[in-house]
T-cell receptor
Framework: KQEVTQIPAALSVPEGENLVLNCSFT??????LQWFRQDPGKGLTSLLL?????REQTSGRLNASLDKSSGRSTLYIAASQPGDSATYLC???????????FGAGTRLFVKA | DTEVTQTPKHLVMGMTNKKSLKCEQH?????MYWYKQKAKKPPELMFV???????INESVPSRFSPECPNSSLLNLHLHALQPEDSALYLC????????????FGPGTRLTVL
């Protein structure tokens, strides 16, 4: 059974810092891995999707890496801004199915 | 257009009421999902429709009744809910199944009194 864990659960950093959010999964036979952002009380916004054949994806100040063999993904945020404050969730589809398994998320607060 | 819309944004209902949540997408996606999310928890899958057919029901109580009238529209009918059903209800869609990028709507904040 696939399980997804995110560390840390919460993070508070001053503006301008580079930071890394971690995601681990127990079953390395994943099709892809997706990172989402969620603002309080809002829906999820897809940030990056990494296919199993890829090692990383970049979008602006965001870079996500994937190491299937070790069951890990990291989301790197460069030069953090107060507007980056949100909960970041990683998710993988379960084996062979329609079900998406989410991590519990990392709540990020960037102080001005 | 990569938008999933949900109505209403907020809903307050009594335990004897019947109400419906609506979700719509015009991206030509053939998979649509309902999730329930409690505060500070990740979304929990409730239902998946694939090509307008119910493919997954995650043992959801019958007081929640999904409906997919066509490929663009997904409804969630609510009846005799309990206060513990209060949550954010999220709709999502994807081109086909879960391995594809899922696009989420803004959610409906449901409060059951």
């Amino acid at each position: 059974k696939q399980e997804v864990t995110q560390i840390p659960a919460a993070l508070s950093v001053p503006e301008g810092e580079n930071l890394v959010l971690n995601c681990s999964f127990t079953d390395s036979a994943i099709y892809n891995l997706q990172w989402f952002r969620q603002d309080p009380g809002k829906g999820l916004t897809s940030l990056l999707l990494i296919q199993s054949s890829q090692r990383e994806q970049t979008s602006g100040r965001l870079n996500a890496s994937l190491d299937k063999s070790s069951g890990r993904s990291t989301l790197y945020i460069a030069a953090s801004q107060p507007g980056d404050s949100a909960t970041y969730l990683c998710a993988v589809p379960n084996t062979g199915g329609f079900k998406t398994i989410f991590g519990a998320g990392t709540r990020l607060f960037v102080k001005a | 257009d990569t938008e999933v819309t949900q109505t209403p944004k907020h809903l307050v209902m009594g335990m004897t009421n019947k109400k419906s949540l609506k979700c719509e997408q015009h991206m030509g996606h053939r998979a649509m999902y309902w999730y329930k999310q409690k505060a500070k928890k990740p979304p929990e899958l409730m239902f998946v429709y694939s090509y307008e057919k119910l493919s997954i029901n995650e043992s959801v109580p019958s007081r929640f009744s999904p409906e997919c009238p066509n490929s663009s529209l997904l409804n969630l009918h609510l009846h005799a809910l309990q206060p513990e059903d209060s949550a954010l209800y999220l709709c999502a869609s994807s081109r086909t199944g879960a391995p594809d990028t899922q696009y989420f709507g803004p959610g409906t904040r449901l409060t059951v009194l």
